[in-house]
Structure formats: structure tokens, C-alpha cells
């Protein structure tokens, strides 16, 4: 076991990583832009929701002089933090129902996170709301999505998978959440590089690659492309990805990508979910961090799958700062009427109808894309209707009940 992971009472906590750190960032971040927007509306008084941490750990790092919470700890104090911040100002009080399911398979971690519950205040809450589970975090879910459809309608629930590899978050388990909840969303920790390093020849003979769509074919280009460090990795990382997105059972997947300088190689936290409104808050945390996230090829429309003329044509990396924004809306202006033909039925297509065929394909928030549409409108590209089928003025904001057409002086001469 990595050293950067070990935990046992009495003993020194391990330190903390860079990218571990930038790991728990994301997951604090996104959990506050997740409890601000699913408790939106002032009528709701009332939030169940169950949090899984299927790969616990012990609960704290070493970070410097300090102590960093381990993500247990980020969860329950996300929903403390939600609690007290929904609460302000509202005139009929919010209440969150949270369970917390802390999975792990190695007794001393147990042990020291549970140490930690109650260092932290939160002790008393062991079996009334939190339990700590020990055991395989593959063989405790079936009892878990029992226990979720059984108290709740809705089924909204988060699942972070931080495991160390790829392998104890088998693709099943992914795919057997999605299948039993409605609103599940998942985190998953993905070691892209351990996986393509371990590649040999044969491993398509294998279920624990197979699972990942590797077949003789992805081998084949792997091994073409793969001196090729910057591009060829990156090329490889997006097949699999395209891959894990299908095999999840989820619509929608956000990579953010991290570098681990003492293993030397990249890791993913993967955000999957079944909602392109939830798509698009992890993105925004994406943009807010800047900077460790790189995709490859340009930000406005890309596809997630193999590649190969991104290799030939050397295209440039993406990574999310100010200036890849502007190149980025940019580009959506020419590439955003291609799409909205392509997924345009009977003349007309409703914006949301839009959203959801791209999201998987651009880095661009909804933002982005409502402020290119409005730009489309400007220059006379679009026609864009309210939901009362009203025409909007070139300008008007968009909004996602609004339906897209082509002027019909253009109609004429475009070949679709
Ligand atoms: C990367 S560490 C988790 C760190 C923790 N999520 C955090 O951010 O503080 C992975 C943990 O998963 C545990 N583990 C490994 N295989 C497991 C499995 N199949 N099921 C549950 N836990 C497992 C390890 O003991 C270790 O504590």
C-alpha cells in the first residue's frame, strides 16, 4: 500500500500530496456549488440525501505544519457548511437528512478514522447517521442501494470512489448505481496512466481490461502512439474515457485531470452523472480552479473518442485559463451552427435538446454556450423563441425553455 495512504492510530498521519490536496479542493468545491443548486428554490424545506464514501481512508494528512481533512471529514462538513449557509435569510427553515456510509477495507483505517469522528465533534453520530462499514466497498453497495431506494424517493445520493488504481471501483459496480438510482452522482478516482502503463499484448484476454473496452484494437493504437508522450498519452486517455462513459450507465463525464510529480504519471477525478445541469456545475469548478486541468484539442466542440488527426495535426493543448475562454467563444461561433443543424428536427431545436447532445463534447458552461447563442441571434445565424413561441429580440438572454430555428432567408442556401 503507498505510503502517502496509510493511517494507524498512534502513529504519524501521512503526508499529504499535492494532487491529493487539489483532489479534496475539487470534491469541498463541488459539494458547496451541489448543495447551493439542488436546494434552490426557497419553497423546499426538506433535503434527503445519502453521501458514500466507498474508499474512506483514516480521516486526516499531514499537510505542513497542519492537519487536512481526509475526505470523510470534507463530506460531513460540506453539509454542515450547507446547513448553516441555506439557512441564512430563509424564512422557512431547511432541513438536511443526510446519511454517511464511510467504506474500507483495511481494519486500521477504521479504526483511525473512527479515532478521528470524534476528534472532530462527530462521534456521537456513529450509527445514528454515519456508519462505518468495514469490508470490500464493491461487495457493501448492493445493501447500500437497498438501504437508498428503500428511504427515498429521489434516490439522490453521491458516491466518491477514491480509490488507488482502477480496479477496486470495478465498471459493474458504476453501472449497477446508475441502474438502481435516479439521481445518483459519482466521483471516481481513476489511475488513466497506471491502467495504459500495465498494457501489454494480451491484456485484452483479461475482464479486469475488457471492462474498460480494451480490445486488441485499442492495444494496437496504443502501442503506435504512445512514444508520442504529450499526444499520443492524451489521444489514449480520451478513448478510455469515451469508453468508462459508456460502460458507467451515466450520460454525462467531466474529467479533471491530475499530475502526481512523485508517481510521475496522470490521474483522473471523473465526475459522472445522469444530469446536464449537474455536468454543468462541475465544470464551473473546473474553470474557478484553473489551470491543473488539461484537455486536449480545442475547448468549443471535440470529441471524447480516438483521434488520431489530433496527433497528425498537432493541435494545441486545452487547459482552462482566461485565454483558452476567449479562443474558446471564439470558436463556439463557428462551430455552434454546425451543431445546431445537426440536431435540428422539423426546423426547430429547444435549446435544452442542444445542451445535452453537447455537453459531453465542449468545456464550455451553459453560460458560455446561452452567451454564444445570443451572439448567433446578434449576427442574424438564428432565430431563437421563447417558450411561448414568441420570437426574442438579437440580445435577449437565453434561457433553456427557448427553441432554436434558421432565419428563413437562410434556410434557402444551406445544404441541410
Ligand atoms: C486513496 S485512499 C482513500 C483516501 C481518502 N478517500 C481521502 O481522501 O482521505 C484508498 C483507501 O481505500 C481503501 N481500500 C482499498 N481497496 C478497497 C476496497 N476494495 N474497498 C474498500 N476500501 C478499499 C484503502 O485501505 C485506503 O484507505
Redesign the pocket.
Known sequence: ?PKN?MWKSGRPLPRIESH?LRK?EVLKNYLDVYFDTVVSTPASDCLNITLV???????A?QNGEGVAD??PLVLLNAVNRARERLNQNRKKPLEINARFFF????KY?IEALRERLWQEGFGSQIGHGIEIIH????EKLPDILSYIKLGQRAGRSIF?L???GYL?APMESINLIFSNLKRPEVLL?FAIDGLLNYLQETSSELEKFRQFGITDQFISEWNANKDDESLGRLVTQRTLMANIQMRSGSEFFTPFMLWSPTDKRWMMFVHLSRHQAARDKMLGVHWSEQNYFKHIGPGSIFSLGFDVRLIETKDSLFSFADQDKAIMNDQLLENLPLEIRRYMTGGKLPVNVLLKNIANRTAATNNDLFEGLMNLARYREIDIFSKEEKIKRPGSKVDLSDTLAIPPQLTLFTPF
Do not use: C, R, V, W
Open positions: 500500500m495512504f491529493t479534496l464514501d466507498g474508499f474512506a481512508g483514516g480521516g494528512y481526509g475526505s467504506i474500507d477495507d483495511n483505517h469490508g470490500k466497498f464493491s466518491l477514491d480509490q488507488f477496486d478516482t
